[in-house]
């Protein structure tokens, strides 16, 4: 199985604090409907023939849930009270495995921006530069941001 099968079915979510977004969906949730790593390009609908092209360093995904409760242990006294509680629910929702549960979750993370980046990292982070050293040399010359 390659990695295109992998993310397709994804949910993410367009970074909020994105600067430049030509269908201005910053904060919003989609699906990734197909995708070209070795481009960096992610192709994304947010239902209703909305579609759109982004990089993969514009669109969030969650982090694991055991590194969601890892992060709140850690930090602790760095994070408010309703933000841990956020963060714990989040976890308890990713850990369900349910598309209803993701959305719920990420819909947690929009509202409490935050815990955002305790939650979830961008997609070429989470990736990890499986996508090759061309795309990271690419990254290195070029923010892509959406598109």
Not at 48 to 76: H, Q
Not at 92 to 99: R, V
Not at 102 to 118: C, D, F, S, T
């Amino acid at each position: 199985m390659n990695q295109t099968d992998d993310l397709t079915g994804t949910l993410v979510l367009v970074h909020p604090e994105l600067p430049e977004d030509p269908v201005n969906k910053q904060g919003q949730m989609a699906m990734i409907i197909f995708a070209e790593p070795e481009k960096d390009d992610i192709y994304v609908t947010f239902g209703k023939n909305e579609r759109a092209l982004y990089g993969s360093d514009a669109l969030l995904v969650f982090k694991k849930p055991n590194d969601i409760y890892k992060e709140m242990m850690t930090n602790t006294k760095d994070i408010a009270i309703p933000d841990l509680k956020a963060l714990y629910r989040i976890g308890n929702l990713l850990e369900n495995g349910t598309s209803k549960g993701a959305r719920e979750a990420m819909q947690l993370a929009v509202e409490n921006p935050g815990i955002l980046n305790k939650a979830m990292e961008t997609l070429q982070s989470k990736l990890g530069l499986d996508i090759g050293n061309a795309v990271e040399q690419e990254q290195t010359n070029a923010k892509s941001y959406g598109r």
